[in-house]
């Protein structure tokens, strides 16, 4: 940014310093300054009177015309002499040149000093360490003394504005790396102050209260969290603390639905994402619970030519629900009749999970054009309304055309 700013004043003073030299060179040719002028008027108005003598002598003119041709250069040489006296000197304008010159080198260094001053050069700083602590591998020793660097600064930062939500946040989420669950609930409780209704910022000032109680869901605890979901019921810290809440409790089912339906939000080879595997896994076996499978087994009917290599989408919708699948998947036509599995894993981005809902029907279409959107064309079937539970295996006849 600032070779860009610096390229711009450069620019700006070229356009500026070339018209300077032009007038500089023109002031340098040379030419006659007012005495210099009025001296030479003098000197030809003697050589006039000489001339008028020299005729006067000679009868050319009489003393009546040689006295009105004398009056004449007299009245010429004052006029002459008042004109020069008007011009402006040159050295002034030469003068004033150089000071717009002086102005424009100044001119930047003022500009810095008072961004440096009164700007966002703290700002600058805050993001150059934070970019350096995300991109630059190091140990953990220099990491927690970048970070400590880096709450300083914020925390000087907020000083002269206190309701700053980005540093507030940040500062947070470092003091709780850091384990300083305290300092790190007093900075998200700032936070919330600046944005009381946003479910993110409530979750993790949940979590934080959650960790300084020693790990226990006291009534503040499930206050903040239950307000948290109810703003947003797919937000993953949420989920995650109410999955955890569950667990306590001995509910292990509502334990991996919570779980679950945060892992459908979380960005897959995670350390969060592992530790919620971990998490379901560890509550099936305390259920002697599988993961929720269903297989579906896909027929053609006779009339249809369907050739291998075609696309095929087989997906499952909650029954009088949201049209969005709640669960995908896309293969090749291969033989038929085929058999096709669809689990909780399977989940759609921010959607429910297969086995959270009552009734489901499930679609098979072999899209002629390949897209994932249905078109003329294509074939397809599905299963109708069907129960979820007790049913983990399901028929598809693929009997209609688009």
């Known amino acids: 940014m600032w070779l860009v700013f610096a390229f711009l004043t450069l620019l700006a003073a070229i356009f500026i310093i070339i018209p300077l030299l032009k007038s500089r060179i ?32 000679g009868g050319v003119i009489d003393d009546t015309e040689y006295s009105e041709l004398l009056l004449e250069q007299k009245r010429i040489l004052l006029l002459d002499a008042v004109n020069e006296s008007k011009y402006p000197k040159k050295e002034y304008a030469d003068r004033g040149a150089w000071i717009i010159l002086l102005s424009l080198l100044l001119t930047p260094i003022f500009v810095f000093s008072l961004y440096h001053y009164l700007g966002a050069s703290a700002d600058l ?28 600064k914020m925390s000087s930062r907020l000083l002269s504005e206190p309701d700053h939500p980005f540093y507030l946040v940040t500062l947070a989420q470092l003091q709780m790396e850091d384990g300083n669950f305290r300092d790190a609930q007093s900075s998200y409780f700032e936070a919330l102050n600046a944005r009381p209704n946003d479910s993110e910022l409530m979750s993790e ?137 669809l689990d909780d894993t399977m989940s759609m981005m921010g959607g429910k999970i297969l086995s959270s809902v009552d009734f489901l029907e499930i679609f098979a279409r072999v899209s002629v054009s390949g897209s994932a959107t249905p078109s003329h064309g294509d074939y397809q079937g599905s299963t109708g309304k ?17």
Do not use: C, H
Not at 137 to 146: E, H, S
Not at 233 to 250: D, K, T
């Open 26 to 57: 023109r002031q340098e040719i040379p030419t006659l300054r007012p005495d210099d002028k009025i001296a030479e008027n003098i000197l030809a108005f003697k050589d006039q009177q000489a001339e008028l003598d020299f005729q006067l002598a």
């Open 125 to 152: 700083n805050i993001t150059d360490l934070l970019k350096k602590r995300a991109s630059i591998p190091m140990n953990d020793i220099d990491r927690k003394a970048l970070s400590k660097k880096i709450q300083k």
């Open 205 to 341: 000032y949940a979590q934080a209260t959650y960790f300084l109680e020693d790990k226990k869901f006291s009534e503040k605890v499930n206050l903040i969290l239950d307000d948290a979901l109810s703003l947003n019921p797919s937000n993953p810290i949420a989920l995650g603390l109410q999955g955890i809440r569950y667990f306590e409790s001995n509910s292990y089912k509502l334990a991996i639905k919570s779980w679950k339906n945060a892992l459908l939000v979380i960005p897959a080879n995670t350390a969060e994402a592992d530790a919620l595997k971990s998490g379901i896994s560890y509550a099936q076996k305390l259920l002697k619970e599988d993961i929720f499978t269903l297989s579906i087994k896909i027929s053609v009917s006779p009339e249809y030519k369907i050739t291998k290599g075609q696309v095929m989408y087989v997906y499952a919708k909650e029954w009088g629900g949201e049209p969005k699948p709640l669960a995908a998947i896309k293969l090749l036509v291969g033989d038929f009749p085929a058999t096709v599995i």
């Open 386 to 402: 069907i129960k979820v539970q007790g049913s983990r295996t399901v028929k598809i006849q693929i009997d209609k055309k688009i």
